[in-house]
């Protein structure tokens, strides 16, 4: 009987910084990056959420991940705004920088650690790359059920039901 090899999966990340440290996400959750646009406010959401976006006639909810995630310190050049699908809802997240795509083999992913800063439920795992640790973002996790229905909403034109 021969032994059949099988390779490991490999996945693709979008490598990107909040305040100094290294996250990643599948590219197959990412529609495109852009640099950020006009943000329209939108009252009573919830505050990590700025406002919304018009991206070619849709309208688009935009997450800052650094409120998300409680960090304080603000960002020293233009960040970037990444849009994804999160579960059939299309949302822009908010990151310092978006550096490159790298490949990754699943067996490379370890758990992600207890004292990252960050909810574990928002991490799905970390890698080392090069010198860095990579932690790998759980997108679907981003926001709660009431969050998602709460944004979806919100991008409803006033007046329609």
């Not at 490999?10 to 646009?37: T, V």
């Not at 550096?99 to 080392?128: K, N, Y």
């Not at 640790?133 to 996790?141: A, N, R, T, V």
Request: hydrophobic share 40%; charged share 25%.
């Amino acid at each position: 009987m021969s032994e059949v090899n099988v390779r490991p999966k490999e996945i693709r990340l979008a490598c990107f910084s909040l305040a100094g440290q290294s996250y990643a996400i599948d590219i197959m959750k990412i529609r495109q990056i852009i640099r950020p646009i006009k943000i329209r406010p939108l009252p009573e959401a919830p505050q990590f959420v700025e406002g919304v976006i018009n991206l070619r006639g849709a309208v688009i909810p935009i997450i800052d991940l650094r409120k998300r995630f409680g960090i304080e310190i603000k960002p020293d050049k233009e960040p970037r705004v990444i849009i994804v699908s999160i579960q059939r809802q299309v949302v822009g997240i908010v990151v310092d920088d978006v550096s490159e795509v790298i490949g990754i083999s699943g067996v490379q992913i370890q758990p992600p650690p207890r004292l990252s800063g960050i909810p574990s439920r928002f991490l799905s795992g970390a890698c080392q790359y090069k010198d860095d640790i990579l932690l790998i973002l759980k997108l679907d996790e981003i926001l709660t059920s009431e969050e998602k229905v709460s944004l979806a909403e919100m991008k409803k034109p006033v007046g329609k039901e």
